[in-house]
């Protein structure tokens, strides 16, 4: 950790008692959060065949979207990564995909904007890598954080948007974790597991406390398909990947093949200024860290799961996380990078290479 990280440690901590409050909020909060997470996993162990029943062991338990079906092919196109593969692509500590299945075009978040642009960096990037606003089907937001949804100002309005400036959604469905609102978009707030279109679903959201920054409810976008398995495209794993991976297994009653995009574990420093990820956004007390031994647990829990595809955005992990992953994953992990697509399930067609990341660690992939 850096002399600068040391000092927004040593800040935040001594925020955190002169914030008696806030810290007794969040306390209460994580207690019923984990509350609410042990009841689900207390129904699953006791699950009887009930369709509603949200199950991790998936042993004779049918899951919560029966006829769910499956998708031929997938497409995960990064549009918004901490990292640009080439340099006339921006890259920024936000996320954004153009997900596409058997056709249908979905914008799964819309980064950060950092700098109120517009046209913002989505903007350009979509242009430069051919895509148009107007070619998506539907938008996909993970959760209602700045670097998912457009900007702190967004965040605070609880709405999302591409660009600083307009950008019509009229006609297009956003799939909302929580209550928010868009100008033009026709917004359907998600509760709980639900079929988007043949072969793809949300998880539902799970919420999980945040200390400053207040509860957060993520889902993560499920594709299934054909001849692979479910593939999970995820936002920043804020409810932690173990509890989402146990949702979609439940959601879909089949295997994972992937986990693609964030997974936060910005371990010896945060993407962003004054500790905005590794302190505020781990889940934990603000004088408590994510630990390195987290972060390798975490690969191995993934390793266990045997996938046959890993993507890690770089948005909120440090780089030193990056290769710990890679090495415990193997060929199976790469790092997103803008402009680099993941192909799962097309005939003919093998996954993106593999990217190498700075401080000489590589993270190559398989054909998917």
């Known amino acids: 950790m850096s002399l600068k990280e040391k000092a927004y440690a040593v800040y935040w901590a001594a925020a955190g008692v002169a914030k008696p409050r806030t810290t ?22 006791h699950h009887t065949g009930d369709e509603t029943s949200h199950s991790p062991d998936l042993s004779g338990a ?16 990064p ?29 799964f978040d819309v980064g950060r904007n950092e700098r109120e642009d517009h046209p913002s960096p989505l903007l350009r990037n979509m242009g430069a890598l051919g895509v148009s606003p107007a070619d998506v089907d539907a938008v996909f937001v993970s959760h209602c954080h700045l670097d998912h949804v457009g900007g702190i100002a967004e965040m605070r309005r609880r709405t999302f948007s591409l660009s600083r400036g307009p950008v019509d959604l009229t006609g297009k469905t956003a799939y909302l974790p929580t209550r928010m609102t868009h100008e033009s978009a026709t917004v359907d707030v998600v509760t709980g597991p639900l079929k988007l279109a043949e072969g793809v679903a949300s998880t539902g959201p799970i919420t999980r406390a945040l200390w400053l920054m207040g509860p957060v409810a993520e889902q993560a976008l499920l594709v299934d398909v054909e001849g692979k398995g479910v593939v999970m495209i995820v936002g920043c794993g804020h409810p932690l990947v173990e509890r989402l991976a146990a949702r979609a297994q439940a959601v879909t009653g089949r295997p994972l093949y992937g986990v693609v995009g964030g997974l936060h574990f910005p371990v010896t420093g945060s993407r962003v200024g004054k500790g905005g990820q590794n302190i505020l956004g781990n889940g934990k007390l603000p004088w408590q860290r994510i630990r390195r031994r987290e972060a390798r647990a975490t690969a191995r829990f993934l390793a266990g799961l045997d996938l046959g595809l890993v993507g890690l955005s770089g948005h909120d992990i440090c780089d030193w996380s990056l290769r710990e992953f890679a090495a415990i994953l193997g060929d199976r992990c790469r790092t997103l990078r803008v402009g680099e697509e993941i192909r799962v399930g097309a005939p003919g067609q093998a996954a993106a290479a593999g990217v190498a990341l700075p401080a000489d660690a590589t993270a190559s992939g398989p054909a998917a």
């Open 24 to 45: 007794a909020a969040f306390l209460r909060d994580r207690r019923r959060f984990e509350a609410d997470w042990a009841a689900e996993r207390a129904a699953a162990e």
């Open 79 to 107: 549009l918004i990564e901490f990292y640009p593969s080439r340099p006339e692509l921006a890259g920024e500590p936000g996320v954004s995909y153009l997900v596409t299945v058997d056709g249908l075009r979905i914008l």
């Open 62 to 77: 049918a899951p919560v979207l029966a006829g769910l079906g499956t998708a031929k092919s997938l497409s995960i196109l």
